[in-house]
């Protein structure tokens, strides 16, 4: 087999994004979808692999800022639209694109790469390790009540002027979007996980998608004001059902965002008393969400979670001390990389919740674990103890690693809200 791998050409993106939709499957997706990729790939940080001119292998790299423990926002490439053409499968090209691309996001001064995976067991192999959950809700909100905020939290309205009004918005409008664009903006820095999106990403979320032909409504939007200013909003689409004893629709959530508890219960308030509806079913949620707390059953809500954000330490040291830790920590990280050998040996980590610093040291280590562990225990979703607990982080100085495990993790649980 001779292959070519070389940077995605504009007149090549017809024939490369076919490949990919092929080797998902082969549904072709719906064509505002289709040209929003195409408008958002980046061309000069896309690889394809070429036999002949045959398109066989794709993978690209946005280019985002990740928000991490500390609130810091920090270049991190977003490893997207990767597959081989079923032809080529399990011959190593997945493998020679990894590496070429690891090499790149390396030259491009980005101290992490991150992803979301098809199938989990695909990309620990190339040092990615799942550093974040998502929670997903199936509210039956013919048994389940919502709660609203008595105010103790500060966020009162004696004189009624704090009062949080709904108003049915078209999502796609230019003014909507945008004040939906800056909702979401305003909570990007709070939370781990989270990407800054870039001009044109405020489109994905409001993208007819392929939901429409299973029976639902095209999105809808609901946004909360106060006093005029928007301080929240949801989308979603309502799939109408009837059953012999009566209407059984399904509110579907794409995502909802409230700047106070209080914009944030009436939104969900809202959705849960949809006419004609008896269940709002959501999908991605912060593991840690409020919403929990405002049901009256959480186990009629059926909770559950899948992984989701993978993250890669393509620089070990300017990734840890990108990031600032809950607690004070000194301890030396003998890491393990086999796939980026730059990252192998010791690294003393200094930090606090002001800054850090990581080096390169000759002294004793403190802990050893791989840079899989790193990744996973990167956005403080996951405790360096849980991961000791399975064999995967070994402690070689008694009490190093209730240190570490405490100054790694995050008060607020990392999220990412959305695929790429
Ligand atoms: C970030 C994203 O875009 S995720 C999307 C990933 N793409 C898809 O799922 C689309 C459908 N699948 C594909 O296109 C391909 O099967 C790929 C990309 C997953 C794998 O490509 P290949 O070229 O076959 O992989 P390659 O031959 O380099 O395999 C490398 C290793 O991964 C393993 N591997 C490959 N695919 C899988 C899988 N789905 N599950 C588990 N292991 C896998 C191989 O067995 C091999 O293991 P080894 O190193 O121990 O020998």
Request: glycine content about 10%.
């Amino acid at each position: 087999m001779t292959t070519e791998t070389r940077i995605l050409g504009r007149a090549d993106w017809d024939r490369w994004y076919a490949s990919l939709e092929l080797a998902f499957g082969g549904v072709t997706e719906p064509p505002e979808e289709r040209s929003l990729y195409e408008s958002l790939t980046e061309h000069e940080r896309s690889i394809g692999v070429w036999d002949g001119d045959q398109c066989v292998g794709t993978a690209g790299a946005f280019s985002f800022r990740l928000t991490v423990p500390g609130g810091a926002s920090v270049p991190a490439a977003g490893v997207t639209m990767v597959s081989v053409a079923a032809t080529h499968r399990r011959r190593g090209l997945l493998t020679s694109m990894m590496r070429r691309q690891l090499d790149d996001i390396r030259s491009w001064d980005e101290p992490l790469a991150l992803l979301t995976a098809s199938e989990p067991a695909i990309y620990g192999r190339y040092g990615y390790g799942a550093a974040t959950q998502q929670l997903s809700l199936r509210i039956d909100t013919s048994q389940v009540r919502l709660s609203v905020p008595d105010g103790r939290g500060g966020d009162g309205d004696a004189d009624g002027t704090d009062e949080v009004s709904l108003r049915l918005a078209t999502p796609h409008e230019p003014a909507v979007l945008e004040a939906c664009e800056a909702v979401y903006a305003a909570h990007v820095a709070g939370r781990p996980g989270m990407l800054a999106r870039q001009p044109g990403w405020e489109r994905l979320p409001v993208v007819d998608g392929k939901q429409e032909k299973d029976g639902m409504s095209p999105l809808q939007c609901v946004l909360a004001e106060r006093r005029g200013e928007v301080v929240g909003f949801t989308r979603y689409r309502v799939k109408p059902e009837w059953e012999e004893a009566g209407p059984k629709g399904t509110v579907h959530v794409s995502d909802l965002y409230g700047l106070d508890p209080r914009a944030y219960a009436a939104l969900w308030r809202h959705l849960a008393g949809i006419d004609l509806t008896s269940a709002v079913v959501v999908r991605n949620l912060p593991v840690d969400a409020p919403v929990q707390h405002l049901v009256s059953d959480i186990r009629r809500c059926e909770p559950r979670l899948r992984d989701s954000l993978y993250v890669r330490l393509v620089e070990v040291g300017a990734a840890l001390q990108a990031r600032t830790y809950r607690t004070p920590v000194d301890v030396v990280l003998e890491v393990e990389d086999s796939f980026c050998p730059w990252n192998e040996g010791r690294w003393r980590l200094c930090g606090d919740p002001k800054g850090a610093s990581c080096e390169r040291t000759a002294d004793q280590p403190d802990l050893r674990l791989s840079v899989n562990e790193l990744g996973t225990a990167y956005l403080g979703g996951v405790s360096l103890t849980a991961l000791a607990g399975a064999g995967r982080v070994r402690e070689l100085r008694p009490g190093a690693l209730a240190e570490a495990s405490t100054a790694f993790g995050s008060d607020v649980a990392p999220w990412l809200p959305h695929g790429f």
